[in-house]
T-cell receptor, first 110, second 114 residues
Framework: DAKTTQPPSMDCAEGRAANLPCNHS???????VYWYRQIHSQGPQYIIH???NNETNEMASLIITEDRKSSTLILPHATLRDTAVYYC???????????FGPGTRLSVLP | ETGVTQTPRHLVMGMTNKKSLKCEQH?????MYWYKQSAKKPLELMFV???????ENNSVPSRFSPECPNSSHLFLHLHTLQPEDSALYLC?????????????FGPGTRLTVL
């Protein structure tokens, strides 16, 4: 699976959009981009995933660049409860192994 | 109960003890997983069970012994652990195919080995 690079930490003001970047420059054609988050001492929570097209659900939007070498997770209106470590993971379509990196620690500030 | 549950939530054991971690999923999934999360380290996949059959063992020491009696339950039997095995042990489940389906995680068992 391709390696991902994320900033170690970010801050966001409550009520503003949080934009979390992820670089995956070695991604191949059959690899999906997943986003999970982990609130302190809890299990990871699935957020969203995509292959090529932008995706949106009730939690977030995922924007994947045309060359697929990077993506951005957007939380449109961040709340204090969105404070967590966010993981960007790239995984092949036939694999079940999620390789979690260190992620981005997002702090939503009042 | 909904989602993925794990018991106990906290466990302290000595190196000579034998204990078991339990995971139950209430989502009707057919694949289950054990992950380990040590302090300041990323999550590591330990075992994968598809349709109750173990399909992946990521070089896990034999002192960790998984068991999957049915598609809803997963156990991790522990014996003669070391202090470095202290970690958060997470269970997850998913529905396959496709393998791209997301995994749902339980809250984890915080294990301390003395």
């Amino acid at each position: 699976d391709a390696k991902t690079t994320q900033p170690p930490s970010m801050d966001c003001a409550e009520g503003r959009a949080a934009n979390l970047p992820c670089n995956h420059s070695t991604i191949s054609g059959n690899e999906y981009v997943y986003w999970y988050r982990q609130i302190h001492s809890q299990g990871p929570q699935y957020i969203i995933h995509g292959l090529k097209n932008n995706e949106t659900n009730e939690m977030a939007s995922l924007i994947i660049t045309e060359d697929r070498k990077s993506s951005t997770l957007i939380l449109p209106h961040a709340t204090l409860r969105d404070t967590a470590v966010y993981y960007c993971i790239v995984r092949v379509d036939y694999g079940q192994n999620f390789v979690f990196g260190p992620g981005t620690r997002l702090s939503v500030l009042p | 109960e909904t989602g993925v549950t794990q018991t106990p939530r906290h466990l302290v054991m000595g190196m000579t003890n034998k204990k078991s971690l339990k995971c139950e999923q209430h989502l009707g999934h057919n694949a289950m997983y054990w992950y380990k999360q040590s302090a300041k380290k990323p999550l590591e996949l330990m075992f994968v069970y598809n349709f109750k059959e173990q399909t992946e063992n990521n070089s896990v020491p034999s002192r960790f012994s998984p068991e999957c009696p049915n598609s809803s339950h997963l156990f991790l039997h522990l014996h003669t652990l070391q202090p470095e095995d202290s970690a958060l042990y997470l269970c997850a489940s998913s529905q396959i195919p496709p393998q791209t389906n997301e995994q749902f995680f339980g809250p984890g068992t915080r294990l301390t080995v003395l």
